[in-house]
Each structure stands twice: as C-alpha cells, then as structure tokens.
C-alpha cells in the first residue's frame, strides 16, 4: 500500500486526520550542533501546537537556540504577516522561552535546516 492508498482509505473510514501534513521528527527542528534536549524538544514541540490551534496547517518551528525561527507554507503566509499574528506569535515564543520570534519569508520547506550545512556533508549523506 502507498501512503495515497493508506490516506484514501482514512478519508472512506472517516478519520479527521486522513490528509494531515506528513511530520518528521521533533529533533530534526533543532539547528545543528546545538544538543537536543528535553526542554528544546518541548519548547518546539508546544509552539507547533500553538501553531496548530491558531489554524496553520503546513509548518515548522526551527530552534536556534534563544531564537524561534518559524515556516509556514507559501499558501498560509499571507494570514501570518499581520500585526496581530505577530503580536501572538512573539506572545506564545516568548512564553516558551525564546529570547527572539522570527517568521521566514521564504516559508515552510522540508530540510531547511540542511542549507547550513557544508557541501562536502550533504555529499556524504
């Protein structure tokens, strides 16, 4: 069965969550060599729910230390570049204990946190 199948048949069964956005691993949101700790885990954790509750459905909340960095998809961009919507995000980031709240204007894409990575390391994978 591919993933298609497995979606078409929770849609026919009814699961509210048949077309939800596929989700890697918390610790891939944790920037490179910074350790990935219980506390950072929770922090992104927490703030990709608060990201859920305020209607986002396609996201990540990149941790760079005392910087939240968050990515929302191209199509969702536009309800997240408001006065309010950033008053709200620097609220709950801040909350979560990160010093700094940023929105990346390029949006919400898979392995971002790789562009830092060296060439020679990216050949090696």
Not at 41 to 70: K, P, S, W, Y
Not at 75 to 104: N, P, S
């Amino acid at each position: 069965m591919t993933k298609a199948d497995i979606r078409e048949l929770a849609r026919q069964a009814g699961l509210r969550v048949w077309d939800k956005p596929a989700s890697a691993c918390l610790s891939s949101r944790i920037e490179y060599g910074r350790p990935v700790t219980p506390e950072a885990l929770l922090q992104v954790e927490r703030g990709e729910d608060a990201l859920r509750a305020l209607g986002f459905r396609q996201f990540r909340v990149r941790h760079h230390g005392e910087i939240a960095r968050i990515e929302i998809a191209r199509e969702e961009l536009h309800k997240a570049m408001t006065t309010e919507m950033a008053r709200e995000f620097t609220r709950i980031f801040k909350e979560l204990g990160f010093t700094y709240v940023t929105l990346d204007l390029e949006g919400f894409r898979s392995g971002s946190m790789n562009a830092l990575l060296p060439l020679e390391v990216l050949k090696a994978r």
